[in-house]
Each structure stands twice: as C-alpha cells, then as structure tokens.
C-alpha cells in the first residue's frame, strides 16, 4: 500500500490551462505539504494544512489554490498556467515533523 | 528565520570510501532535523531525525549523523559508500508549533566512483 500517492504522475499542457493534482496519504497523519521542486532539486513549500485548515501559504501566486476536503487528501489546482510552473510538485503528509513523500507529477508547461 | 545552508552542491567519493555530508542551520531554538534522500525520479525517503537526547543518531541505510549545537551543524556520514547511494540528499529543518514548516537546504549530489 503506497503510504502518499499522487495523480498524475506525469502532466504536460499548454500555456493558459487549469489543471489539478489530486494526493492522498493512508497514514493517518494530521499535517499535508506541497512542495515544488525547480530544475536545481530545490525544494520550495508551498503549501501546509493542518486538520484541513491551511497553516501555511507562501508567497505563492493565487493561480494556485490547494484544497483538504478531508484529513487524507490535499489537491492542488492551478488556474492559467505557465511557462514558469514547469516543475515536480510533491505532495507530503506528517506527524510531527517527521515527512512521508509522494512519487512526485512532473508538470510541463508547453 | 530558519535556514539551511548545505554547502556542498556536489560531491564525488570512491565506492568503500567514507563519507561526510555538510548541513548547517539557523534557527533560534532547539530545531528539529532531517536528512532525506532523494533518487532519481522518485520522492525523498526520510534517512534519519534528530528531536532530542543522544546527538549522535543512527539511520537507515547505515547513515549516521551528529548534532552539534555549538556549531549548529547536522552533518550525515557513512562509514563505507555503495555505489546504489548516489543519489540527491537533502538536510531539513522545522519546529512543531502552529506552522509546522519543514524547511530543505538546497541539497547536495552524490556521485560514486566504482
């Protein structure tokens, strides 16, 4: 049983569409991240919910919108997207502190 | 504000050598530490962690790290190398309050000589 699974894990589209990962996490945790990754492997948070409220938003365009419909799932939707977005987006889920991550979507945006 | 600082973007060891990755951190209390790993493609896995107690702390994989407060360091080593841990690691920082912020450093590449 994979313990964070993301969908898709590979997503290629075009400049000014609206698309959305979906995460889930079977471990019960209270915490989910999402991150992104750059070309250069660094690692940006992006986003963290806690009990499905957000705790915290980083200096992240409103192009992006996560949304926690419960404990186990946190998805990431993001409105016209960019040339700039192109990245591997992970999803993450932990309990204090201690970070479980999903296999990673790749977005590039053509 | 917490950091992380992993000076090292790249390092190249012979397999069955040691190995020592550099982490530094900023942060105003007693923070809580990582080390991932990251292969290629995949996601990161969690090696090891450091909350309290022993500052000497054991991993996965036969990793092993040292807190040191006095130089605000977390550096990960190995005693001997394997050609299968090249890889991406990544040192990480947070604190368990109302953020819950777990902070990377930028990460650092390991290569292995055969």
Redesign the interface.
Same mark, same amino acid.
């Given at each position: 049983d994979t313990a964070?699974s993301q969908t898709p894990k590979y997503l290629v589209t075009q400049m000014g569409n609206d698309k959305s990962i979906k995460c889930e996490q079977n471990l019960g945790h209270d915490?989910m991240?999402w991150?992104k990754q750059d070309s250069?492997?660094? /690692?940006k948070?992006m986003f &963290?919910y806690?009990n499905k409220e957000l705790?915290?938003n980083e200096t992240v365009p409103n192009r992006f919108s996560p949304k926690s419909p419960d404990k186990a799932h946190l998805n990431l939707h993001i409105n016209s997207l960019e040339l700039g977005d192109s990245a591997v987006y992970?999803c993450?889920s &932990?309990q204090? /502190?201690?970070?479980?991550?999903?296999?990673?979507t790749r977005l590039t945006v053509v | 504000a917490q950091s992380v600082t992993q000076p090292d973007i790249h390092i190249t060891v012979s397999e069955g050598a040691s190995l020592e990755l550099r982490c530094n951190y900023s942060y105003g209390a007693t923070p809580y530490l990582f080390w991932y790993v990251q292969s290629p493609g995949q996601g990161l896995q969690l090696l090891l962690k450091y909350f309290s107690g022993d500052t000497l702390v054991q991993g996965i994989k036969g990793f092993e790290a040292e807190f040191k407060r006095s130089q605000s360091s977390f550096n990960l080593r190995k005693p001997s190398v394997h050609w299968s841990d090249a890889a991406e690691y990544f040192c990480a920082v947070g604190r368990v309050d109302s953020s819950y912020k777990l902070i990377f450093g930028s990460g650092t590449r390991l290569l292995v000589r055969p």
């Open positions: 964070v915490t991240y991150y250069k492997k660094f /690692l948070i &963290s806690n705790i915290i992970f993450a &932990s204090a /502190l201690e970070a479980f991550f999903g296999q990673g | -």
